[in-house]
């Protein structure tokens, strides 16, 4: 009769560690505090405002050295933490470290909230994005109530706005992004 040996507790995963495994086209997760977490799909409403954002973004960034990206690229919040924004604004340079599997200068972060991933992402994903030095705004859009609250770094800290339909007016990068043009159907 076989019996169940007790292993011990898991080994936690680094970033570095976390960025080599190869889990395929079919499966996408994040490291968490050194724990791997699967990640779902989205919705056809967060794919349509992720690639709203994309668009507006691109077009208004060209010509300014910075470039949004999908959830494709990583960014590493720190030595156990990989995080896959569903828009990040990187300002890094190609042929930074890692700059093939992560973003290195990340300015604006956009998450696009679920019920399935609300809290994570405004508690400890929010908090590990702030952490970061190069970050100056946090966008996170409600897709249900087409409202967004924008997260902005001062001098004095940081600032949330309360959840409103709004324009994104992101002044550290002179750019605005229409409410209606995040919501787009068409």
Same mark, same amino acid.
């Given at each position: 009769?076989?019996?169940?040996?007790?292993?011990?507790?898991?080994?936690?995963?680094?970033?570095?560690?976390?960025?080599?495994?190869?889990?395929?086209?079919?499966?996408? /997760?994040?490291?968490?505090?050194?724990?791997? &977490?699967?990640?779902?799909?989205?919705?056809?409403?967060?794919?349509?405002?992720?690639?709203?954002?994309?668009?507006?973004?691109?077009?208004?960034? &060209?010509? %300014?050295?910075?470039?949004?990206?999908?959830?494709?690229?990583?960014?590493?919040?720190? +030595?156990?933490? #990989?995080?896959?924004? +569903?828009?990040?604004?990187?300002?890094? *340079?190609?042929?930074?470290?890692?700059?093939? &599997?992560?973003?290195? /200068?990340?300015?604006?972060?956009?998450?696009?909230?679920?019920?399935?991933? &609300?809290?994570?992402?405004?508690?400890?994903?929010?908090?590990?994005? *702030?952490?970061?030095?190069? #970050?100056?705004?946090?966008?996170?859009?409600?897709?249900?109530?087409?409202?967004? #609250?924008?997260? %902005?770094?001062?001098?004095?800290?940081?600032?949330?706005?309360?959840?409103?339909?709004?324009? #994104?007016?992101?002044? /550290?990068?002179?750019?605005?992004?229409?409410?209606?043009?995040?919501?787009?159907? +068409?």
């Amino acid at each position: 009769m076989a019996t169940l040996l007790s292993l011990g507790e898991p080994r936690l995963l680094t970033a570095a560690e976390f960025l080599q495994i190869d889990f395929g086209p079919d499966l996408k /997760a994040e490291l968490d505090n050194g724990v791997i &977490r699967m990640m779902a799909g989205g919705s056809r409403d967060h794919a349509r405002i992720q690639a709203n954002m994309l668009i507006a973004l691109g077009t208004r960034l &060209r010509g %300014t050295g910075c470039r949004p990206y999908g959830s494709d690229m990583a960014i590493l919040t720190h +030595d156990a933490s #990989v995080r896959y924004p +569903d828009v990040t604004v990187d300002c890094g *340079q190609p042929g930074d470290s890692g700059a093939d &599997r992560y973003l290195s /200068a990340p300015r604006i972060i956009v998450e696009i909230l679920s019920p399935s991933t &609300r809290t994570l992402d405004l508690g400890s994903k929010k908090a590990e994005y *702030q952490a970061l030095p190069s #970050v100056e705004a946090i966008v996170f859009v409600d897709p249900d109530a087409e409202t967004l #609250v924008i997260s %902005t770094r001062s001098e004095t800290g940081w600032s949330d706005s309360l959840p409103a339909r709004r324009d #994104v007016d992101l002044s /550290a990068m002179n750019l605005t992004i229409p409410h209606e043009e995040i919501f787009a159907r +068409d």
